[in-house]
């Protein structure tokens, strides 16, 4: 009896050396060589994510990524098997494709080359979990590794699925599932972005409701999932005018520009718009666009101004009048008088666009551009009808040729008269003689011409 608890207590001092020499925790198997007798417990060290343990809990409803480290503190090479027993609560223990090394394998002897094996572990807790870990060893000539009492060697696989998501965020970037499982990630979408559209490529996902969906999982896989932004449709209105686009789709919290013709007769310059939107010049800009939007621009009416000026007169009490008038529309001017010594009639003309003084008004129709009408009051003249035209001038002034006369019946001695015979069969009014018209004759076929004085 006293050799028995010698021999558990060498072992367990032997441990505690051995812990305190590698600083790992230290466990042994007495698995031997089928052929010999039990030379010496195989020795194996083993720490979890650097830590010189072995066990570790897991919260529940968690999945923990671990680094199981084994090291070999044996002389010679063996086999090792990583083993775990689930202490308290439920869920599943398998290793990741990706992990450096196999949870079984051999493994070189102690401070020679590779000594030491590392196991990347997941465990997925249903409830809280702990969960102890050793390592099963054995001689190489040993075909199989068998648990310790009451472990379980870690032989299922799993592994991991990564997402990338470019419009949101992710539940987890990465998370790891055993093999054959699914598993879900929880998307979330950027203000301004639409989950309802998002798209996954490169994996076997679905999503639905916000939810990347795997199923029955086979490898590792990285999902692109592309959340696309919101894009609203603004429109512009233009009250007599267009609009160049009339509508467009607008990024969530992005700006548009819309440019503004106007219909002629109307200008952009002092326009109004409503709806969101705002003008400068003849740009329509929608900014932040969070919504779709209606904005309704409406143009000025084109003015012109009509300037009219009287020499010699006055327009009223000025000498100027000046009106604003819409492009197209009629402008109006009254009580034109002229000075003393000036009349109304025989005025000239600049820059009036075709128009005259009607009685003591001026008038411009269809006003397209603005004028400036200069008008000249002439210096007051003797009047005179004549072949129903009416002839100014001064007193003892000529008027010039007024008409062509005709000379008829020419007889043998080669003279005739003037058709018509007598002044007053073509004229009327306040007007002197004409030269040559009472001269019953005149020379052969020569033409004449009257000339008249005005004597006012």
Not at 62 to 85: A, G, H
Not at 96 to 118: F, I, Q
Not at 300 to 311: A, L
Request: charged share 20%.
């Amino acid at each position: 009896m006293k050799k028995r608890n010698l021999i558990i207590l060498t072992s367990i001092l032997l441990t505690i050396i051995l812990s305190t020499s590698y600083a790992i925790f230290v466990v042994s198997t007495n698995e031997y060589k089928a052929s010999e007798l039990l030379v010496s417990s195989l020795l194996y060290g083993i720490q979890i994510d650097g830590k010189n343990e072995n066990t570790i809990t897991v919260s529940a409803g968690t999945t923990k990524k671990i680094n199981v480290k084994i090291t070999s503190l044996n002389e010679i090479d063996s086999r090792y098997s990583l083993d775990y027993k689930i202490t308290k609560g439920d869920g599943k223990v398998y290793y990741l494709s990706t992990t450096t090394d196999t949870p079984t394998g051999e493994v070189n002897k102690y401070n020679n080359n590779t000594y030491t094996k590392t196991v990347t572990v997941v465990i997925e807790a249903q409830t809280e979990m702990t969960v102890e870990f050793t390592v099963s060893g054995g001689y190489l000539a040993n075909s199989t590794v068998t648990p310790s009492a009451s472990y379980k060697a870690v032989t299922d696989k799993g592994y991991e699925v990564t997402v990338n998501v470019t419009g949101g965020t992710v539940d987890s970037a990465t998370k790891q599932v055993k093999e054959n499982d699914g598993l879900t990630f929880t998307l979330k979408a950027t203000t301004g972005y639409n989950l309802g559209k998002a798209t996954v490529k490169d994996c076997d996902g679905t999503i639905e409701n916000g939810v990347l969906t795997l199923k029955n999982v086979s490898k590792d896989q990285t999902c692109t999932v592309t959340i696309p932004i919101n894009t609203y449709k603004v429109t512009v209105n233009v009250n007599n005018g267009k609009s160049e686009p009339a509508s467009r789709n607008i990024n969530y919290n992005s700006s548009g520009t819309f440019t503004i013709t106007a219909n002629d007769g109307y200008i952009t310059n002092g326009a109004t718009v409503d709806g969101g939107c705002t003008i400068k010049g003849d740009i329509v800009t929608a900014s932040k666009v969070t919504k779709a939007m209606t904005c309704t621009v409406t143009l000025k009416v084109k003015t012109v101004q009509v300037k009219v000026t009287i020499v010699n007169g006055k327009i009223g009490n000025n000498t100027t009048e000046t009106k604003t008038v819409n492009v197209g529309a009629t402008a109006s001017f009254t009580g034109i008088t002229a000075n003393s010594g000036y009349m109304l009639e025989q005025a000239t003309y600049s820059g009036c666009e075709d128009s005259a003084i009607s009685g003591d008004s001026i008038s411009f129709a269809n006003v397209k551009k603005d004028i400036a009408c200069d008008i000249t009051l002439s210096e007051k003249l003797c009047k005179a009808i004549c072949d129903n035209k009416t002839i100014y001038g001064k007193t003892g002034t000529e008027t010039g040729y007024s008409r062509e006369y005709t000379c008829k019946n020419i007889g043998s001695s080669g003279w005739g008269y003037w058709e018509p015979l007598h002044v007053n069969d073509i004229c009327s009014g306040e007007i002197g003689v004409a030269n040559d018209i009472n001269k019953k004759s005149c020379a052969n076929n020569v033409p004449g011409f009257a000339k008249f004085v005005f004597d006012c």
